[in-house]
């Protein structure tokens, strides 16, 4: 039984960054306040009031976009205990007792051009960008897995 | 002491202005507005490292919360010997949490929500910024005034709350 549960994955052993020095403060998409995909440390960088908040890709659940005149918007669902199902069966939660974002929804404008001072990848590039790391991600999580049997 | 580009948080976006920083209180200056926090309003001053360089966090005896972000790193050393010296504050280092976790605990203090995680903030929501509050089962969902000049604006986040938590979470919001 306690074989069983140790060999459970640990959602606490995922770590985006181990400092805050090691944050992309330097990357335009950040510094302006835009998402930001870091793929060598598996995060996303959301902008929220002013403060580059990491979230890593192993706690994304699963992400939608949809585009309403110039605007498009990102949903971002995020794993939380009574999400579990599928692939995160099994998961041990690190702390029942906390409280868990499990929701994010952004807007920006639909054409990258339309960015006030220009430039930035608009949120459509963010979702495909956000997309293809969880599949790489999701991919090694499922080798690691079968190495170990 | 005065400082050049530094940028307001309001409604999600950055206006930049100037910053004078003085014995009586602070003077934010932008082409839109001019912000004055006075002396006597001070109640907690913090230093963070943010997206655009460091962040001045002021919050007000009456609860309101400024932040100002676009200082250099080595503007810390004066600032905190001018807040000691003529606000006697301390302008207290942050360090925010950047683990990359989803889970933690909701701090209010003042108009301010602070999401602890691993017991240092993850991220801060001014609760003037938000629209609307719905609580419902498990669940507290918040949503943001939106700003039509921001290249991407933050417009909902939604909160797993325990059932066996305090129902603090939307109190503090609502009033």
Redesign the interface.
């Known amino acids: 039984m306690q074989d069983n549960i140790s060999k459970r994955p640990k959602l606490s052993s995922m770590v985006a960054y181990k400092h805050p020095s090691v944050l992309p403060v330097r990357e335009n998409d950040v510094q302006n306040l835009h998402l930001y995909v870091d793929r060598k440390h598996e995060a996303v960088i959301l902008p929220i009031y002013g403060v580059p908040v990491p979230i890593h890709i192993s706690m994304i659940k699963n992400i939608s976009k949809s585009e309403e005149g110039s605007y498009t918007y990102l949903r971002i669902n995020l794993f939380h205990p009574g999400s579990t199902m599928g692939r995160m069966d099994g998961v041990v939660f690190p702390n029942p007792e906390a409280s868990f974002v499990k929701e994010l929804s952004f807007r920006g404008y639909n054409s990258a051009s339309n960015y006030l001072g220009g430039g930035g990848i608009s949120l459509v590039g963010i979702f495909h960008s956000i997309k293809e790391l969880q599949k790489k991600f999701r991919t090694r999580e499922q080798e690691k897995r079968e190495l170990e049997g | 002491m005065d400082f050049k580009e530094i940028?307001h948080?309001s409604r999600?976006?950055?206006e930049l202005g100037k910053m004078r920083i003085q014995s009586d209180g602070l003077i934010f200056k932008s082409s839109e507005k001019t912000l004055n926090v006075k002396h006597s309003e001070i109640d907690l001053a913090e230093w963070?490292?943010?997206?655009?360089g460091y962040?001045l966090k002021v919050l007000s005896r009456e609860g309101h919360v400024f932040?100002f972000?676009g200082f250099k790193e080595s503007d810390y050393g004066d600032l905190r010997d001018f807040f000691k010296q003529n606000f006697g504050k301390d302008l207290k280092q942050v360090?925010?949490c950047?683990?990359?976790?989803?889970?933690?605990?909701?701090v209010f203090k003042g108009s301010l929500l602070t999401?602890l995680v691993d017991s240092k903030p993850?991220?801060?929501?001014?609760l003037e910024?938000v629209s609307r509050v719905t609580a419902g089962k498990?669940?507290v969902?918040l949503e943001f005034h939106?700003n039509d000049?921001?290249?991407?604006?933050?417009?909902?986040?939604?909160?797993?709350?325990?059932t066996?938590?305090t129902d603090g979470?939307e109190d503090p919001v609502q009033s």
Request: charged share 25%.
């Open positions: 940028g948080i999600g976006t950055l963070l490292r943010v997206a655009r962040e932040k972000s360090e925010l950047v683990k990359g976790w989803n889970w933690g605990e909701p999401f993850a991220f801060e929501v001014p910024e498990n669940e969902s939106q000049t921001a290249a991407v604006s933050l417009m909902e986040m939604r909160f797993h709350v325990p066996t938590g979470e």
